[in-house]
Nanobody, 116 residues
């Protein structure tokens, strides 16, 4: 089993910053990428950012230049640094882990709310 525990969500002002953390534990040896997804009310869950085992990253167009995904392998933790936050960033953010070509391990989610 793989456990993913998110932290760092909360309330921020527009233009502010938050840093999300996702600690992975359990049978993590087969994970080849980590990602952050988000889901706003009434919308689908979309990829925000991902980082592969080789260190390659990709971002949703809506967050490019504002969000940065990174890893600390010693702590088995992935981070999402969110700067220049906008109200439209408000969503539940989910940490996910990929094995093979599929993201199928999921955290419980952490709420991010950005006020105007």
């Amino acid at each position: 089993q793989v456990q993913l525990v998110e932290s760092g969500g909360g309330l921020a002002q527009a233009g502010g910053s938050l840093r999300l953390s996702c600690a992975a534990s359990g049978s993590i040896f087969n994970i080849n990428a980590m990602g952050w997804y988000r889901q706003a009310p009434g919308k689908q869950r979309d990829l925000v950012a991902a980082i592969t085992s080789g260190g390659r990253t990709n971002y949703a167009d809506s967050v490019k230049g504002r969000f940065t995904i990174s890893r600390d392998n010693a702590k088995n933790t992935v981070y999402l640094q969110m700067n220049s936050l906008k109200p439209e960033d408000t969503a539940v953010y989910y940490c996910s882990a990929r094995s093979g070509n599929e993201f199928f391990f999921w955290g419980q989610g952490t709420q991010v709310t950005v006020s105007s």
